[in-house]
């Protein structure tokens, strides 16, 4: 009977992990894998095929770390994005300096108001705290540095030195690097976004 209860302890323990925490672990993992990979950053305009295009491997900015992390568990944000942007051209931000009048397949996923939107729309908008606790592995936070530059990063399951932090994969410069900097820059979203 001992036996019996021992088991069930330990299966108790394995069931709380479902697919969908498995596939934001897998992201994680994705994201981390990329700063193994050495890369310069360069926001140029970039004509890549469509669809999964992407800029030179050894490029790249904040949203290439999403990009890449998501491709790696199959999903082609670039597909996804202007899927979407084809239908509700009306819903995404059009800044005056991007003089769109149409989806471009080769930046708009590339640009974190593209995905800020995408992320509402079609994955999941979370509450923006100052508790630490409130980020998740796999979830995403943009950032509003400056009060002009928008960025974006991927929470991992690493901690902060201090253990109080869940660390974040971007690139705001200095390539693709796990930082503890999740209270860096003034968070302006927070979203979770699975296929």
Known sequence: MKLIYSLLIFWTFLLPINLQDKFF?????AALSLTKESVTYDPSYVSVKYPNGDVPKNKGVCTDVVIRAYRKLGIDLQKEVHLDMKSNFSHYPNLKKWGLKKPDTNIDHRRVPNLEVFFTRKGQKLNISENPDDYKTGELVTWMINEKLPHIGIVTNKKSPDG??????????AGQVLEDCLFSYKIVGHYKFSN
């Not at 672990?25 to 993992?29: E, F, G």
């Not at 109080?164 to 690139?171: L, T």
């Open 25 to 29: 672990i897998k992201l994680s993992d």
């Open 164 to 173: 109080k932090r869940p660390m974040i994969v971007h690139n705001v410069g």
